[in-house]
């Protein structure tokens, strides 16, 4: 089978492509043929050795974790699925090939209502955006919630998350981006790149996501929040919050939260309310959209990038 990836750390231009065996999956495992996959800032970290020392890859090494496909073989212990579902699969590493086996436990079906390339942008995004909310925040039924960087890829999840519980959202991102967070939900919306009314938007919120890039908010999570209310971090923050009693908890990645729990959320979520992801870049399989995919992440190009393997109508897919 085809895959793409790199065999020494670099810039985009060290991936090649790579011919690999695939094997037969083993019992509780399903074969999957890949559809689409989505790319992640985290690949490029790895592409780029920012691990080094921390996560030690063999070479050559294909990166990708969160794909949609088809099963197409299933071990003889699998029960929950059959050759022909449609799945999404949240893995450590592959998902820029052609096949991979995936434990049957480690594997959602998509439902009808999510896209296959929103199925193939939900995985990380989605289970940081989940853990957030129900691992580190803690939210009363009538909590006012504040989603900083609402139109990205984890704050849209939360903006959407927090609509479909019934809570008033104060959206924040650039103005060029207000009908998109208007159209997830955002009932007020905050420009951060325009003067705004300081006084509509000050200490409204009992409690703030961070959802902005490695954190960098202008201060802007502390100017939302409410006295003795919450900030939670997706990544870091790079001033000393000055609210006061604010309880500032950061999302850690840790292997204590169930993964499948959190994409089953999403599906059923999505099946239910409906979810919608940003997907800007639809590229194809091949090593120069690879490139290219990494090139834009790299840029910090707003909006997911999903490589699709199979080569449908973009309309029905
Ligand atoms: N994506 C994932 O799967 C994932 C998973 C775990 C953790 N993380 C971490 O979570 C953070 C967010 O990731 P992401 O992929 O969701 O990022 P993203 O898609 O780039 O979104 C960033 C958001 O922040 C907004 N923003 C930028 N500057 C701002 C400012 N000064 N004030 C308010 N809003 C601002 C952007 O709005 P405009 O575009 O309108 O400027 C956008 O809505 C990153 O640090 C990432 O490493 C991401």
Not at 7 to 18: L, R, T
Not at 43 to 54: S, T, Y
Not at 142 to 163: E, F, P, R, W, Y
Not at 233 to 248: F, M, R, S, W
């Amino acid at each position: 089978m085809k895959a793409f990836g790199f065999s020494e750390y670099g810039d985009p231009s060290v991936f090649q492509e790579i011919e690999k065996d695939i094997k037969d999956p083993k019992p509780d495992q399903v074969q999957i043929e890949n559809m689409a996959f989505g790319i992640n800032p985290y690949d490029v970290l790895l592409r780029q050795g920012q691990f080094k020392g921390g996560r030690e890859l063999k070479f050559p090494f294909v990166p990708g974790n969160d794909l949609v496909g088809k099963v197409v073989k299933i071990g003889e212990n699998v029960k929950t699925f059959k050759v022909g579902d449609y799945v999404i699969n949240y893995r450590p590493s592959g998902a820029y090939g052609e096949f991979v086996n995936a434990s049957a436990d480690k594997v959602v079906a998509k439902p009808a209502t999510l896209s296959f390339l929103d199925a193939a942008s939900l995985p990380t995004p989605g289970i940081a955006a989940y853990n957030a909310w129900h691992h580190f925040a803690t939210i009363t039924d009538d909590a006012v919630i504040g989603v900083v960087g609402a139109t990205g890829l984890v704050g849209s999840l939360l903006v959407q998350l927090a609509k479909s519980l019934g809570h008033h959202v104060i959206g924040a991102a650039s103005a060029k981006n207000a009908d998109y967070a208007k159209w997830i939900g955002v009932d007020e919306f905050l420009a951060y790149d325009e003067a705004y009314d300081a006084d509509r938007f000050d200490a409204q919120a009992d409690v703030v996501f961070n959802a902005t890039l490695g954190g960098h908010d202008n201060g802007l999570s502390d100017e939302i929040v409410k006295s003795n209310g919450q900030i939670i971090l997706i990544a870091n923050l790079d001033y000393p919050v000055k609210t006061d009693g604010v309880k500032v908890n950061h999302v850690d990645p840790t292997k204590g939260y169930s993964n499948l729990e959190a994409l089953e959320f999403w599906t059923k979520l999505s099946a239910t309310w409906g979810v919608s992801l940003r997907v800007e870049n639809n590229l194809s399989f091949t090593l120069t959209d690879v490139i290219k995919a990494h090139e834009l992440v790299e840029a910090h190009h707003s909006g997911k990038t999903v490589i699709q393997i199979e080569k449908r109508k973009r309309s029905s897919f």
